[in-house]
């Protein structure tokens, strides 16, 4: 189907739909606004979507960063085209917000459907979200692996916790640094156990705290992921001896 983007009644009947969602409705997705004429506009530049399954974020990212390539206004600019993002969701909306077992869909706040470009909210899109890690702030298949592992409904805590930090998405040391620490090459996939928890030594959310106490001392933007690590407490060594660990056991 030709890239599209609604417009700003389009934009509102896609919002009636969620809130229909998030008061038990199973209707389904309204899948005719990508098309009507009052409610949706061509891009006129050719672009051609297709409808596929995704493994996870990266793999949509990946997608869209190709099949976008030709929109002159891309990358960056393309990221405040709330209608744009939102005839996307539409679009994938099956994968975006799945049934559930219980038959209803679980749609979540509307910036996830209807991007809210800017801060704090502008990456919590789901395919914006992806799309701007992958694309704009340049990260692709290398340090995108970390944040975008995730299926296509589910924001994972590396992606909220980041992104919402502009000195923390902008800055490739600290991206490598939490592929370091957090994510498993040999297995492909982040690392588990407490990660996620506050109090555990060696969480993300430690890693946060003492990167922004490092920051008022050190340039981090001129150091390596490798040099960032060095400057940790012990407390992460764990992670550190876990990745040396699997490597040896191949």
């Known amino acids: 189907m030709e890239l599209g983007k609604l417009t700003d009644k389009g934009i509102e009947q ?6 229909l969602l998030t008061q038990g409705s199973a209707a389904e997705p309204p899948l005719w606004l990508l098309t009507e004429p009052e409610l949706s506009k061509s891009l006129r ?44 969701s539409l679009f994938y909306f099956d994968q975006i917000c799945p ?84 994510y498993d090459d040999v297995q492909n996939k982040p690392r588990r156990g407490p990660i996620m928890n506050r109090n555990a030594p060696g969480s993300l959310y430690r890693f946060i705290d003492v990167i922004q106490q490092l920051d008022l001392t050190y340039d981090l933007y001129s150091m390596s992921g ?3 690590v060095g400057l940790l407490p012990a407390e992460f060594g764990h992670w550190l001896d876990r990745q040396l660990k699997l490597v040896n056991q191949f």
């Open 99 to 182: 049934v559930n077992e219980k038959g209803r869909r679980e749609p979540g706040r509307d910036y996830r459907h209807i991007p809210e470009p800017g801060y704090p909210n502008g990456h919590r899109h789901l395919i914006m979200g992806a799309y701007l890690v992958y694309t704009v702030y340049g990260w692709t298949d290398e340090l995108s692996k970390l944040l975008l592992s995730t299926a296509l409904s589910v924001e994972s805590s590396f992606h909220h916790q980041i992104t919402v930090r502009q000195n923390f998405i902008t800055n490739r040391g600290i991206m490598e640094a939490l592929h370091i620490l957090y």
């Open 45 to 88: 530049n050719g672009v051609q979507i297709e409808q596929r399954s995704f493994a996870s974020r990266l793999e949509l990212a990946r997608y869209l960063d190709q099949a976008l390539e030709n929109i002159p206004e891309r990358p960056d600019t393309i990221a405040n085209e709330i209608g744009l993002w939102s005839w996307l």
């Open 226 to 228: 490798a040099e960032l």
């Open 14 to 19: 896609l919002r009636q739909y969620l809130h």
